[in-house]
C-alpha cells in the first residue's frame, strides 16, 4: 500500500499546478500558434507548377 502511494503522489497536481495548468497554458500555446503559422508557410504555400513544359531535360 505504501509503495502505490509513493509513486502515485508525484502524478497527482497541486492547488496551484491544477490552475496554472488550466488557466495559464491554453494561453500560452494560443500565442505560441500563433506566432509559429509564419514560419510553416514555406511547408504548406509551397506550389509547384505542373502544367509547364521544362526544356532542359534530355
Known sequence: MEWGR??????IRGQF??????LVLPAVFRGI???????FDWVY???IQWDTATSDIA
Do not use: I
Not at 6 to 11: F, G, L, Q
Not at 17 to 22: C, L, Q, S
Not at 33 to 39: I, L
Open 6 to 11: 509513493r509513486n502515485a503522489a508525484p502524478k
Open 17 to 22: 499546478k491544477r490552475v496554472f495548468e488550466d
Open 45 to 47: 504555400r509551397h506550389h
Open 33 to 39: 500558434a500563433r506566432r509559429s503559422e509564419d514560419t
